[in-house]
């Protein structure tokens, strides 16, 4: 499997992105994103990343996800 790119949400502990092994993990802040809303924030993601991963469970019912391209993880505790 080819190294894929991963954004983490601002909710997600950054701590993440050193535990993601053999793939290229940045975080919503470091790519410069941290004040753009959801629709924005992933419609920029899309271009360059192939997964987002969050913990925001309202992200789905807030947008009509199939209509990125890219993939999106809800983690929960």
Known sequence: MS?????????????LV???A???ARTVPDAGWA???NG???SL???EF???ITTDRNLM???NLPKFDIGVIVLES
Request: proline letters at 3%; hydrophobic letters at 40%; one cysteine or more.
């Open 45 to 47: 993601a899309q271009i």
């Open 22 to 24: 053999g793939h290229e």
């Open 61 to 63: 019912f807030q947008q």
């Open 3 to 15: 190294p894929r790119k991963i954004l983490l949400d601002e909710c997600v502990d950054r701590r």
């Open 18 to 20: 050193e535990q993601i």
């Open 35 to 37: 004040s753009l809303k």
């Open 50 to 52: 192939d997964v987002f």
């Open 40 to 42: 924005e924030l992933l």
